[in-house]
T-cell receptor, first 111, second 114 residues
C-alpha cells in the first residue's frame, strides 16, 4: 500500500471550510484514497473515498489531483463537532481489504 | 440496526489472567477486524477474518488469538494478559465489494492490565 503523509495538526474557525491535505506520491493505479475520522475516544468513522475523480457526499468533498499524488478532504462548513483526527489511507481492493492507519491530522475547530 | 457491538466496554485484568472480547455485527458483513490503539498512535491491525471459519494475522498478532465460528461474531482472546496489552481495542466489519474498503467500527473496549 502506498504511504501517506499528513500534517500532524490543523486549526479551523467554525463555519469556515476545513481543507485537509494528504500526500500519496507513490500511489498505484488501482489504489483508492480513503478518509476516516476519529472523534475523541470513539471508533473511526468512514467519510469518503475516491479513485481519480472528485467525490462529494453529505459529509465532505474529496479532491484528487490529476496525477493522483495528493488529495484534499474538504469539510465545507466546519463545526465544533468536526474536531477529530482525520486519517488518509491509500489501499487497493483485495488481501482482506485491510486498512493501515497512520497518525493522521488532528483538526481543531474553534469558535 | 445496532451495527458493530463490542463487549465489554471496560475491563481491568491482572497480569496472567485471560479474557475474551466479543464483537458482533448485524450487517451481514463478510470481513471482520480487530485493532488496538495505544495513546497518541493510529490503529494497528491485530487479526482479521475474510469469512466464517477463517482468520489471518495482522500487524501485531502476538499474544492474541481469534475465532470466527459464526459470520456475525469475531472473538479476540488474550490467554495470558501482559501490561503491554493495555490498550483500546476496536472491532470493525466491512462488506465485500470492489473499491469499497468501508469499515464500520464499534465503540471500543478499554482494557487495563495491571
Amino acid at each position: 500500500d502506498a504511504k501517506t503523509t499528513q500534517p500532524p495538526s490543523m486549526d479551523c474557525a467554525e463555519g469556515r471550510a476545513a481543507n485537509l491535505p494528504c500526500n500519496h506520491s507513490t500511489i498505484s493505479g488501482n489504489e483508492y484514497v480513503y478518509w476516516y475520522r476519529q472523534i475523541h475516544s470513539q471508533g473511526p468513522q468512514y467519510i469518503i473515498h475516491g479513485l481519480k475523480n472528485n467525490e462529494t457526499n453529505e459529509m465532505a468533498s474529496l479532491i484528487i489531483t490529476e496525477d493522483r499524488k495528493s488529495s484534499t478532504l474538504i469539510l465545507p462548513h466546519a463545526t465544533l463537532r468536526d474536531t477529530a483526527v482525520y486519517y488518509c489511507i491509500v489501499r487497493s481492493t483485495g488481501g482482506g481489504n485491510k486498512l493501515t492507519f497512520g497518525t493522521g491530522t488532528q483538526l481543531k475547530v474553534e469558535l | 440496526n445496532a451495527g458493530v457491538t463490542q463487549t465489554p466496554k471496560f475491563r481491568v485484568l491482572k497480569t496472567g489472567q485471560s479474557m475474551t472480547l466479543l464483537c458482533a455485527q448485524d450487517m451481514n458483513h463478510e470481513y471482520m477486524y480487530w485493532y488496538r490503539q495505544d495513546p497518541g498512535m493510529g490503529l494497528r491491525l491485530i487479526h482479521y477474518s475474510v469469512g466464517e471459519g477463517t482468520t489471518a494475522k495482522g500487524e501485531v498478532p502476538d499474544g492474541y488469538n481469534v475465532s470466527r465460528l459464526k459470520k456475525q461474531n469475531f472473538l479476540l482472546g488474550l490467554e495470558s494478559a501482559a501490561p503491554s496489552q493495555t490498550s483500546v481495542y476496536f472491532c470493525a466489519s466491512s462488506f465485500l465489494g470492489v473499491g469499497k474498503n468501508i469499515q464500520y467500527f464499534g465503540a471500543g473496549t478499554r482494557l487495563s492490565v495491571l
